[in-house]
C-alpha cells in the first residue's frame, strides 16, 4: 500500500483490475485504491503474473501493507530476486513471520491505524478485545463497527421482537442507511476533528458584485467554449486580500502558526461521492484567465475521479462556492490544519442604497468567513473581510 499524500496513512481497495493468474506488464494498473485524499490506480512494479491477492476489495489497509504478490517475468519460479527476502518478510502475515524467518521471533505487536483507534476510542472499546480479519489479524474499521453493534446489541436489557423495518418518506421500503463509505466516513472524522479541536468564530459581510459580473461578462466575450463563472474572479480578489493580511494563510500545526509565502487555494467541490478540495497551486501568480482554467480543470477532474496526490496537498486557505446551489448565507467549517475558511454565496438582486439615499436594484451576494479563534481575532477577520468587499467592490483583482 503506498502513501498516496501527506498525512495518509492507509487505503482501501476499491477494485482489482486483474485477477490471480493474469500477467501484468510493467506501469499497468493493477488495482483502485481509495485514501481520505486521492483515489488513484496503482501501477505494478515489475512485468510478470499475477500469483495471489492480498488484500480482497473493500479491505482497508496500512500504508506498507503487501497487496499482492507478483511472479517477475523472466526470474524462475522459486528463484528469488534481490529483493525477494525483504518483500517474503512484509508479505507473511503477522502469525507467520516468525515461522517464514526462520527465527521463532515472537509474533509482532498489533498494529492499529490511526483510523481504527479514532473509531474505537468513540466508542470506548478496548481494541485489545476486538478479533481482527484484515491481513495478518490487522483490526479493520469494520471489525471495530461490528463490535461495537454487538456491545449495543448485547447492551438490550431483554430480547424483544424485532422492530418494523423503518419506512421511507414515500412508504417504499426501509429508509436509506448502512456504513458510510470510505470517503464518507473520512470526511465525517475530519469534520470531527475540525468541530473538537478548533474553535471558530463566524462572520459575513454583503458585498455589491456589479463590477465583478461585468468583468466575468467581459472574460467570457474573450473565452470561447467555456462557461466562466463568479468564482475565479472571487479567488482573485481573495489572493489579493490575503497578500495583504497574511496571518489566514496559514497552517496551524503542533502548536506553531506557519504563515505561508506561497497561495495554495483549496476549492471545495461537491461530487456525488463526497466532498473533495483539490488545489490550485500558487494562485496569486496565475492571471484570471489562468485562474479560470486551471479550476475548471480541477473540478471536471475531481468529478471524474482523476485527482492526483499532488492536486489535494499543500492547501493553505479553502474557498467554498456554496451559492452554486442558492445557499445565500453559510457557516463552513475551517479545514484544518488551516486556520480559515470563505464562501460566496448565491449572487442576488436586490435594493440597496446607493449616494445620496437614493435606491436602486444591484447584484449583491454575502460573503461569510469562519477562522481560528486561537490564532487570529476577530479585528483581523474583519480587516481581510473589508479589504476583500473593496477589492470586489472597486473591481481590482490582481
Known sequence: MPQLGESVTEGTIIAWKKAEGDLVELDEPICEIETEKVTAELPSPVAGRLVRILVPQGETVAVGAPLCEIEEAGVPAGRPTADAPASAAAGAPAGEAGAAAGTGAPARRRFYSPAVQRLAELHGIDLSQVQGTGLGGRVTRKDVEAFAARQAQGAK??????????????????????????????????????????????????????????????????????????????????????????????????????????????????????????????????????????????????????????????????????????????????????????????????????????????????????FDHRVMDGLDAGRFLATLKARIEAGTFG
Open 157 to 370: 436489557a431483554a430480547p424483544a421482537a424485532a422492530p418494523a423495518p423503518p419506512v421511507s418518506a414515500a412508504g417504499a421500503g426501509p429508509a436509506p442507511g448502512g456504513p458510510l463509505t470510505g470517503v464518507r466516513r473520512t470526511i465525517a472524522e475530519n469534520l470531527e476533528r475540525s468541530s473538537r479541536e478548533i474553535p471558530q468564530a463566524w462572520t459575513m459581510v454583503e458585498v455589491e458584485m456589479t463590477a465583478l459580473l461585468a468583468r466575468r461578462d467581459a472574460l467570457q466575450q474573450r473565452i470561447a467554449g467555456r462557461k466562466v463563472t463568479a468564482l475565479p474572479l472571487f479567488i482573485a480578489a481573495v489572493c489579493s486580500a490575503l497578500r495583504e493580511h497574511p496571518v489566514l494563510n496559514a497552517r496551524f500545526e503542533q502548536g506553531e502558526l506557519r504563515v505561508s509565502r506561497e497561495l495554495n487555494i483549496g476549492v471545495a467541490v461537491a461530487t456525488d461521492w463526497g466532498l473533495v478540495v483539490p488545489v490550485i497551486k500558487d494562485a496569486a501568480s496565475l492571471s484570471i484567465e489562468g485562474l479560470a482554467a486551471r479550476l475548471d480543470d480541477l473540478v471536471t477532474r475531481a468529478r471524474e475521479r482523476r485527482l492526483s496526490v499532488g492536486d489535494v496537498e499543500g492547501g493553505t486557505f479553502t474557498v467554498n462556492n456554496t451559492g452554486a446551489f442558492g445557499s445565500i448565507a453559510s457557516k463552513p467549517l475551517v479545514n484544518p490544519p488551516q486556520v480559515a475558511i470563505v464562501t460566496l454565496e448565491r449572487i442576488v438582486r436586490r435594493p440597496v442604497v446607493t449616494g445620496e439615499d437614493a435606491i436602486a436594484v444591484r447584484p449583491v451576494a454575502n460573503v461569510c468567513l469562519s
